[in-house]
């Protein structure tokens, strides 16, 4: 099997995932981040392998991750600070 065929599938098992613990009412804070942990991988996996990130240089590479690690940081604040 071909390396972007696995990538997918894996794709997909974590949207049923995500999908499965929404579907559930699961809540909670580590629910939040094990949601939030799930689409930082998915993201990274999109970018290494379909926008084949995985081979340029690191600069593209640290845009990519640095703007990922901005979003997920600031939804993971946003998130904690609401929470009473």
Known sequence: MRPCTLIWLS???L???TYAIGEAGM???AVMLTVLGI???KVQMVAS???DL???RWL???IVLGWLVLVTGLI???YLTTIK
């Open 49 to 51: 392998y379909f926008m």
């Open 11 to 13: 794709l997909m098992l």
């Open 60 to 62: 593209w590479r640290g």
């Open 15 to 17: 949207t049923v995932a």
């Open 27 to 29: 809540g909670g804070t």
């Open 76 to 78: 993971a604040i946003a």
């Open 54 to 56: 995985r081979h340029t």
């Open 39 to 41: 689409a930082v991988i």
